[in-house]
Every structure is written in C-alpha cells, then in structure tokens.
T-cell receptor, first 113, second 110 residues
Framework: EAQVTQNPRYLITVTGKKLTVTCSQN?????MSWYRQDPGLGLRQIYY???????DKGDVPEGYKVSRKEKRNFPLILESPSPNQTSLYFC????????????FGSGTRLTVV | QKEVEQNSGPLSVPEGAIASLNCTYS??????FFWYRQYSGKSPELIMF????GDKEDGRFTAQLNKASQYVSLLIRDSQPSDSATYLC??????????FGKGTRLHILP
C-alpha cells in the first residue's frame, strides 16, 4: 500500500531533550515536506526537500533540523524542544514537485512540557 | 507575501443540498490548486486538484478555477453527514511551495 509513515504518533517530552520524528514513504517520491498545524494558524511548512541531500526552509524553520540522506526517509529533528513547539506535525510527499498534491502521513502529536 | 484565504465557517448545509466552499489566493504565478478534506485529529486527504481554468468534476465534487479572479471553489452535491469536516484549500506557488489556507469547517445537518 502506498503510504507515508510517521513515528511516533504521540510524544510527550520535556524542554531541551532532543528528539527525532521519523518519516518514510514507499512511493519513490522526490519531494518531501514537514508541516505543523496549530489551531487558528493552519498548516505551516517547516522544511521541504526536493531530492536526496537537497533541502530548503519553509515558513517556520526555527528550532528544527532535517536531513535527506535517502530518498524514502525525511526525519525531523528538534535539538532542544521548547513548549512553543507543542503541535500536530505532518510529513508529506509528492512526485513532480507537488503539482498533483501531497500525500500526508498520519501525523505526530507532540507535547513539550 | 503568499496568501491563501478561506472563510473559517462553520458553514452549515442541510443534508442533500449543495455545499459551496471558496478560496482566494494572492500569487498570480501559482501553478496548481488543491482541496483537502480533514477530519478532526486526522491527516489531510486530497480530494480534488485543478490547474486549468474552468470546472473539474469527480463524483459529487466539482472544483472551479478562475485564474483572472484568483479564485478557487469546491462544490459538494448531495451533501452527506460524512462530508462534515474541515476543507483546506492549497496552492502550489511558482517556487514549488504548497501554501495552505486555514480551512473552512463544514457541517452537514441531518
């Protein structure tokens, strides 16, 4: 089944403790992206990647890192999480530069206390 | 500034009626336009995309695009209670970034 898989689905952590949210897709898509979704603010792009070793900042990249060492994987790294990074995170992937839209993962609900 | 604007709703529509959702965007160079449906706590699901002016129909859904007016709409015919969700309009800008609107909450009244 074609899908984008994110882990974990839920995560509660403490301020300053490094964490990684994994994302993997099995559709051989070139484009991958991370979004966060907050009430009243909608979906905002954190980082995106056009292919292996090619990444660029989205609208809200501060406090986040990404890497794209393999085509299928695009992990999101929070080096020192803070409470304002409490949010619902989505990974998404697409072929053809997003022209036909993104396929989203199931989401990761992160709480930083 | 790239913007995608939607009325937040809620939009209440009787079961069986036509639901009409609207969206405007700011970047005239935008390439492709999408409608996503999102149930509470779930991930967005792509239901329609359109890139040429005019109408595109898929089952009960019709997407309409007017590039001159920078306007995209989604019509849902024969609305069902299962259509109750938040509908996100999204736009692919010329820099390959997809920007989302904040969504319109749709409530189908049984």
């Amino acid at each position: 089944e074609a899908q984008v898989t994110q882990n974990p689905r839920y995560l509660i952590t403490v301020t300053g403790k490094k964490l990684t949210v994994t994302c993997s897709q099995n559709m051989n898509h070139e484009y991958m992206s991370w979004y966060r979704q907050d009430p009243g603010l909608g979906l905002r792009q954190i980082y995106y990647s056009m292919n292996v070793e090619v990444t660029d900042k989205g609208d809200v990249p501060e406090g986040y890192k990404v890497s794209r060492k393999e085509k299928r994987n695009f992990p999101l790294i929070l080096e020192s999480p803070s409470p304002n990074q409490t949010s619902l995170y989505f990974c998404a992937s697409s072929s053809t530069g997003g022209f036909f839209g993104y396929t989203f993962g199931s989401g990761t609900r992160l709480t930083v206390v | 500034q790239k913007e995608v604007e939607q009325n937040s709703g809620p939009l209440s529509v009787p079961e069986g009626a036509i639901a009409s959702l609207n969206c405007t965007y700011s970047d005239r160079g935008s390439q492709s336009f999408f409608w996503y449906r999102q149930y509470s706590g779930k991930s967005p699901e792509l239901i329609m995309f359109i890139y040429s002016n005019g109408d595109k129909e898929d089952g009960r859904f019709t997407a309409q695009l007017n590039k001159a007016s920078q306007y995209v709409s989604l019509l849902i015919r024969d609305s069902q209670p299962s259509d109750s969700a938040t509908y996100l309009c999204a736009v692919l800008h010329r820099d390959d970034k997809i920007i989302f609107g904040k969504g319109t909450r749709l409530h189908i009244l049984p």
